[in-house]
């Protein structure tokens, strides 16, 4: 399959947006397949007390793959820059010490998240009737961190440069991988979750090592030795623009943990119909991620070109592709939301009524507000894209702070509705943050004719 790169710095700001997100939305698709399989599996052949085992381990596997994303987009927002200036040596400079930088940083993950795996677990209040489920699930997913760390920095660079068909394909293979792995792993040989776990890594090592054939025959792979050479000028400037978003994700992901420690105290009925909710979490969110990808690019490759006019032109088309997506997705769950949560649980389960509860008014409070968190990618994607992830990594304390103070101070006046609003209200803080930023930023851009850069 030929992979096609997209230039953003021509054409018709919306449709190269849409053109660009629809690969990777599609590529979305199969990567829910698999975790929507992961789970049901899981809820089908191990039963309820699995679903919780997989909650419960949830919030802290997400942490490891949010630190791994925020390094990937921060890496990327400098690649796209020097794709849209057309400054080829520095394109492949950057590619090159995303790569140092990915292999140190798989060390380092790997080995903090193996160390910690037990104390978080244990801190989080995990049920003790779950633990070793939980244990073995996030155990064998760290130990793929490296898969997922190259995975992700791979499609990174590819979207930067405007592919956006390679990760699509990539996906494609992961979920065919997984999917059949699961059935065998888990329904065919009854390693439970141990199995699903592994399917998932193993899938991931595929679309990595795809993603790495396709972009070694790009030109942007053609690297010398003077490349690889380390230059602390790039290297800084990729970590000032990776660090905040891996934290920011850190940030987000604690509040989720303490989230998770507040769910657990509700018991493992509540706990499994959280669960069934948050894996169909990726199906909501999972357009509004292609269309942050999007704007971000879209954003980067137009300001290394200084097309400031063109920026605003698009993020303005963007929001708006956003929130006609968000209304009809959220119209689908609302209609089909017990059909999808009832793939997860065994409805032969003495307690499949009250987890299916649950489960569907979590997912119809989310679905109502869902517009808002379509809003927050597309104005923290613009902002990323134009280099700026301070504001991006503020606002994952805003969501810490709105989720967790919701959390623990709702549930008191409207009860389970408490725990399900905190999620919404910690997108809407976010939201309106970014918002009022990216329009400050806006007001800064240079008019027609002037040539100063907004970043000098």
Known sequence: MKSRLIRMTEGKPGKLILQFALPLMLGSI???????????VVGQVVGVDGLAALGAADWFNWLSLGICTGLAQGFSILIAQFFGAKDEFRLKKAVAMSFLLTLAAAVILTAIFQIAAGPVLHLMGTDPSIMEGSMTYVRICFSGICVVLSYNVLAAILRAIG?????????????????????????????????????TVIGQFFSAVYCLIRLSGMEVMRLKRVHWKPDKTILTRLLTLSGPLAFQSTVIAVGGMILQSIVNTFGVIFVAG?????????????????????????TGQNLGARNYQRIKMGVRAGAKMAVLTALVTSAVMIVFGRFFISLFV??????????????????????????ILY??????????????????????????????????????????????????????????????????????????????????
Request: proline share 2%; glycine share 10%; with cysteine.
């Open 30 to 40: 199969f990567q829910q397949t698999y975790t929507i399989v992961d789970t049901a």
């Open 346 to 371: 065994d409805a032969g389960n003495a307690d499949a009524d009250a987890v299916m509860t649950y489960a569907y008014h979590f997912l119809f409070t989310m679905s109502v507000f869902l517009f």
């Open 163 to 199: 592919d956006s068909t390679t990760p699509l394909v990539a996906m494609v293979i992961a979920a065919a991988i997984n999917v059949g792995l699961d059935l065998l792993f888990v329904a065919g040989f009854g390693w439970g979750i141990a199995g699903a776990a592994s399917a």
């Open 274 to 298: 959280f669960t069934a909710t948050n894996k169909l979490y990726g199906l909501l969110e999972l357009a509004a991620i292609s269309f942050g990808h999007a704007v971000s690019t879209y």
């Open 375 to 456: 809003l927050l990618y597309i104005f923290r994607s613009a902002l990323q894209g134009m280099g700026n992830t301070g504001i991006p990594m503020v606002s994952g304390i805003a969501e810490l702070v709105m989720r967790i103070g919701s959390a623990l101070l709702l549930p008191h006046v409207i009860g389970e509705y408490g725990i399900y609003m905190a999620e919404v209200l910690a997108w809407a803080g976010a939201t309106a943050l970014l918002v009022i930023c990216y329009f400050r930023t806006e007001r800064r851009f240079p008019k027609e004719g002037e040539s100063q850069h907004l970043l000098d």
